[in-house]
């Protein structure tokens, strides 16, 4: 998503999350008064995601 250190994501990337958000959403039946807790999970299992991403394209990670 945002590179490595960065705390900025693009419209791109926040259009991205959006439509993958809403498309579990309707995937898993997601009742409105249920999103928060959706969201919550859905952006902890995103950020992971990344953090595996990121790992795995930087030869350094986990070298010290």
């Known amino acids: 998503m945002a590179g490595k250190g960065s705390q900025?994501?693009?419209?791109?990337d926040l259009d991205a999350l959006r439509e993958a958000?809403?498309?579990s959403v309707r995937e898993?039946?997601?009742k409105d008064?249920?999103?928060?807790e959706h969201a919550r999970l859905f952006i902890q299992q995103v950020a992971e995601i990344d953090r595996r991403d990121?790992?795995?394209?930087?030869?350094?990670?986990?070298?010290?």
């Open 8 to 12: 900025r994501l693009s419209l791109f």
């Open 21 to 23: 958000f809403t498309k």
């Open 28 to 30: 898993h039946n997601v």
């Open 33 to 36: 008064a249920d999103w928060g």
């Open 54 to 64: 990121e790992n795995a394209t930087d030869p350094d990670e986990g070298n010290s």
